[in-house]
């Protein structure tokens, strides 16, 4: 099957399950409440012409499958309504709150990238040695410690004892470091940006280091050495790419699922990114937010699968598209 | 001798054991892989290494090439002390032993990259070497292919496309790239179907009287070895026990290890004596081999010095030497 086909199988199949998605995270927050319940729980005197006029303004008076149906014509205009707490379109805070969180994310990815290739490297061809030791505890630590435990420890080390780093936020709300708007915003993203590095690391680090010991024990690294190749060429030449390919799975889920992790560190540093406004959004029900961050999320995971996928089929002589 | 191509001298090799902790690991002991073995190879012939499973014929065989490091022990070839030049030698002169002595893996699957085509891993070696200049690389990769009996659009296939006995021929293709005089086959038919075992060995054979080639056949199928070799050497919980040409050891076996192997083999032997002695027992661990003669507590022949009393090969007839203190 050639490779235009398969792509376009699967985007067809994207837009179902995108629709399929979307329509499910509806029916479930009005299965939750409607954010009319919470304003009048806010506010308990606010008299019922008003509520009226909020009802018909953000469309709420009509059946809830008239206004999924709406909501997604809509989207289909790339209109992605109004947020019911900001009062702003959701479309250009999609865009400015998501800035923020890919900055980070995307910023922590490529650090745990080149990090977890050269460590997982080096413990895998000294495996058993103290190295390997030291690496594959604090990996295995990594990986158990909670998210926000970590976020707190940094919080606590880097700002409050030796107060070098902030502990919130994105920008300095009065003057920018050295006056300068890139190094502040560098310096405020140290710690969100550590905290993320530590897990995907981690966790890299770990499959690298076991697919590298794994591939060292093939014949055909023994062969290339007997070929005259030296240890670090053949390393880099047969070892390094085949120990790669599992962890790239990994790699696409990072980047998929970069929203679900961004909520705890978004929360953690105060960081005003689209976890953080996830959050606050499932608070007060505020469903056009919700609705256009799930898109969000949706999206990104079915494109990071499909690149994988795709990638694959460059890197693996042996996988065919079915 | 002196038409030795290869000489291996007291080549040792243990293993560590270790007892892995949370934070360190101890050695507790080691495994005595290869254990003093001392034997030549000479120029043209093959020498076949038998012995069971575990008892260190890969190790002896990575030994020599220093793909592991020996403990200890000298291995020379054409009188030059190789272990001593892959120790400290300069890179070229590295380069110029390994372009001599080459290695066909036991498992085409797992010795082949499967993520490069052929025509990659055939020319590895080429890359690595430079002995070429690189216009004429492609004439050669169609040489070596047709050499192994593969076609030259084989070429750009990877190996998932082959089957068990093709990959062999490319690995085969892969060892001869370089000109080698010297081919270590670690059982290079032994994960392959029976029906196209004996067209590898014949490959082989072949191959050895066009290009001049030395071989250390290592199996544990004595069928195969008493095809293709013309002494053999038979090895025991990393010791060899018994070097004889091929004809003496099968009609007049002189170790007990070597006469139990002898009698086990499944085709028929009309004219050997077909004893009741079939191994008893399981081999020993390397890890704590016995003292004495190593095979003492299998041996139906065992004399009291045996149990205690090591013993070196000794010269026993003509070209044969056995390690045996109640020779058969
Ligand atoms: N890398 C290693 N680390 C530790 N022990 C090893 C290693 N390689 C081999 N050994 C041990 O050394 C001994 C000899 O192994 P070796 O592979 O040389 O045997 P073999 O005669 O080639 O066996 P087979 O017929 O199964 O290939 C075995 O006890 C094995 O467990
Ligand atoms: S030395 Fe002794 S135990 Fe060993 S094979 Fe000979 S007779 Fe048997
Ligand atoms: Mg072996």
């Known amino acids: ?322 | 001798m002196q038409d030795d191509l290869i000489r291996i001298e007291k080549m040792v090799k243990f293993y560590p054991v270790m007892r892995r902790g949370i934070f360190r690991s101890k050695q507790t002991g080691v495994i005595r892989a290869v254990d003093n073995v001392t034997f030549s190879i000479r120029r043209g012939e093959t020498l076949g290494l038998v012995g069971e499973s575990g008892c260190g014929k890969t190790t002896t065989a990575r030994a020599l090439l220093y793909l592991t490091a020996p403990t200890s022990g000298r291995a020379h070839f054409q009188g030059t002390d190789i272990i001593e030049v892959f120790e400290r030698g300069a890179k070229e002169e590295i380069l110029r032993i390994r372009r001599r002595l080459q290695y066909v893996f036991q498992d085409p699957y797992l010795s082949l990259n499967p993520r490069w085509s052929i025509a990659e891993t055939v020319l590895e070696p080429f890359r690595v070497h430079r002995h070429l200049p690189e216009n004429q690389w492609d004439d050669r990769l169609m040489e070596l292919l047709e050499l192994v009996g593969l076609e030259y659009y084989h070429a750009w296939r990877y190996p998932h496309e082959f089957s068990g006995g093709q990959r062999q021929r490319v690995g085969i293709a892969r060892a001869l790239a370089v000109e080698p005089r010297f081919l270590i086959c670690d059982e290079p038919v032994s994960s392959l179907d029976v029906s196209v075992r004996a067209q590898i060995l014949n490959l082989l054979i072949e191959l050895q009287e066009k290009l001049g080639l030395t071989y250390l056949y290592i199996s544990h199928d004595l069928s195969s070895v008493r095809f293709i070799s013309d002494r053999v050497a038979v090895m025991y919980l990393g010791k060899i026990v018994e070097i004889a040409a091929v004809d003496e050891l099968f009609a007049r076996p002189l170790h007990h290890y070597t006469y139990a192997l002898l009698t086990a083999i499944p085709i028929p032997e009309p004219d050997a004596d077909r004893g009741h002695s079939v191994l008893k027992g399981e081999v020993p661990s390397a890890v704590n081999p016995p003292p004495g003669c190593r095979f003492h507590p299998r041996c139906e022949a065992a004399l009291p010095q045996c149990r205690e009393m090591p013993v070196e090969l000794a010269p026993a007839g003509d070209e044969h030497l056995v390690a045996c203190h109640n020779p058969r």
């Open chain 1, 1 to 322: 099957m050639g490779i235009v086909r398969f792509i376009i199988r699967r985007l067809i199949f994207m837009v179902v399950l995108v629709i399929g998605v979307s329509i499910l995270i509806f029916f479930m927050i009005n299965a939750i409440g409607n954010p009319i319940e919470i304003l009048l729980a806010e506010r308990p005197g606010i008299s019922p012409e008003v509520i009226e006029s909020v009802k018909q303004y953000y469309r709420l008076d009509r059946s809830l499958t008239e206004q999924y149906l709406s909501w997604l014509g809509n989207v289909l205009h790339l209109n992605f309504g109004n947020s019911i707490v900001y009062n702003q379109p959701v479309g250009s805070m999609l865009v400015t709150w998501g800035w923020e969180t890919v900055k980070i994310q995307v910023l922590a990815i490529l650090i745990s990238l080149a990090l977890a290739i050269f460590i997982g490297v080096t413990a895998a061809t000294r495996q058993y040695s103290k190295i390997d030791f030291g690496v594959m505890s604090t990996a295995l630590l990594g990986r158990s410690l909670p998210g926000f435990f970590l976020g707190i420890l940094l919080i606590l080390t880097f700002s409050y004892w030796l107060g070098i780093f902030p502990s919130y936020g994105a920008y300095s709300t009065r003057s920018p470091l050295m006056g300068s708007a890139l190094l502040d915003s560098l310096w405020h993203m140290v710690l969100p940006v550590m905290m993320l590095t530590y897990f995907n690391t981690a966790t890299l680090t770990l499959l690298i280091r076991s697919n590298m010991v794994d591939v060292l024990r093939m014949d055909f690294i023994m062969a290339a050495r007997a070929s005259g190749l030296s240890a670090g060429r053949v390393v880099y030449r047969h070892a390094l790419k085949n120990a790669f390919i599992p962890a790239l799975t990994y790699l696409a889920i990072l980047f998929g699922l970069m929203l679900g992790t961004a909520p705890v560190t978004e929360t953690v540093f105060t960081w005003p990114g689209l976890g953080f406004l996830y959050i606050t959004a499932i608070q007060q029900l505020d469903y056009p937010v919700i609705m256009g961050e799930n898109l969000i999320i949706t999206l990104m995971l079915v494109i990071a699968n499909l690149l994988t996928d795709i990638a694959y089929v460059f890197i693996d002589p042996r996988i065919r598209l079915e």
